[in-house]
């Protein structure tokens, strides 16, 4: 792929594309699948023209036949936790606590005098964390082990002492494990920001123009001092959490508008609410009790009375929500309050749906913002944990069938931030050897595709493209997931290139 006209770096405004294919939203519009040429003025697109017939005019990207789509979003991110995910241990891998304890044994001791790991799933493990066994294989040193749902942490005596906590086992869950997350992320500003940076250039390299960031801090000025200090590579949606409601509401926050100071990249998203825990922790909120144990149901973080408040008092103000609800239980609560408060925004993860839910959530409008990944993660637990639940596991088809807006996201960095794995694990549903799991709840391509993205290619849409190196709408699902991206244009500006 090669620039032609004015010299353009990374940053600098591209006003034609010539030669290339359209393949994700937007081709409908044209006449066949032969390849044109895309005119961009400002940040928008203004003319689309089969190849040759644009005169060239300041910056023209040769696209050499290749395929372009909309720029695509992930509509679920911890954005700070994703960005440090790099400097921490990863345990996706361990098979045991023992492994994973002594794994973390080698592993380098942080400026902060801390050692962190993260990514571990302690419910596929073969043996049970201990307290005893982590305090063995680490000492002295302050040690966290983040679960890769973040919904538990595992401590040793020396990081429990340091933090104010206490637990038989070292195990943290659900508030507890949120509060040792939140402190952990809480890193020196210049480091944290410096992160962020290099992570949002790894997302434009593949393809991602926006994020919606569910950090569990106040974003507002760490957006702005990001922008200001050269953060150009997405477009970001920020959220609050009830900690920060009032302060949100006091600031006159409200959700759509764009945040001063911002250069109109950040704008204002959502109260995020966690109603419910995650199936690795067994603390997901269903109608059927877990496996040996008839009273496990799972826990509700929040009651349904005090989840009408806070969506009256968001509501109120302006503020759209994020409903985290995972279990059918706590899904059919957010639902109710919803219908009873006129609350809009998104049911994020509804991981296990009742069958009358689905039809319901469409009928309150609102979108399911789901992460395909975790399905192919998940199927060896929900298997076991949700085998004798009656809801629907891990809709996509069914919730897109009855009329529900799908918003494909990773939970970063509980799954990779790329749009590709997502969009590849909605149409395959399996990344291994085994057959597509629960086949009547895959996308199409065309379907994962929109589900992925926030515009259109074509005239008076915003210039955020995606240039590929192979056809998304018949590329294998191996060359799916690992998509060749030649560049990123986010409003006419290049964010990427190979």
Known sequence: MTMRGDS????????????????????????????????????????????????????????????????????????????????????????SAAEAATRMSHVAVLTDGRRIGTGFRDALWADSPTLEALDAATGEVPTY???ADVHSVWLNSAALRREGYSSPDGMLREDDAFDISRRLNAVDPVHGDRAVVRAGEAAAARGVTGIVDFDMAWNADAWSRRVSGGFASQRVEFAVYLSDLSRAIAAGLRTGEPLSGANNLVHMGVLKLITDGSLGTRTAACSHPYPDDVTDFGVMNVSPQDLIELLTEATGAGLGVAVHAIGDRAVASALDAVAATGATGTIEHAQLVRHVDIARIARLGLAASVQPQHALDDRDLVDGFWAAQTAVGYPMASLLRAGVE????????????????????????????????HPEEQLTRDEALSASVRGSVRPGEKADLVLCGADPQTAAGKTLRRMPVLATLLGGRLTHQR
């Open 406 to 437: 799908l918003r494909l996201g990773s939970d970063a960095p509980v799954a990779p931030l790329d749009p590709w794995v997502a969009i590849a694990a909605a149409v395959e549903r399996s990344d291994d050897e085994r057959p597509a799991w």
């Open 8 to 95: 353009v770096e990374l940053g600098d405004a591209v006003t034609l594309i010539r030669e290339v294919r359209v393949a994700g939203p937007g081709r409908e519009y044209l006449v066949d699948s032969e390849p044109v040429d895309i005119q961009i003025e400002g940040d928008r697109i203004i003319d689309i023209a089969p190849a040759g017939a644009l005169k060239a005019r300041g910056a023209v990207l040769e696209g050499e036949g290749s395929w372009v789509v909309p720029g695509l979003w992930d509509s679920h991110v911890h954005t700070t936790q994703w960005a440090l995910a790099a400097e921490r241990e990863q345990l996706g891998g361990t098979e």
């Open 145 to 147: 082990l983040i679960n």
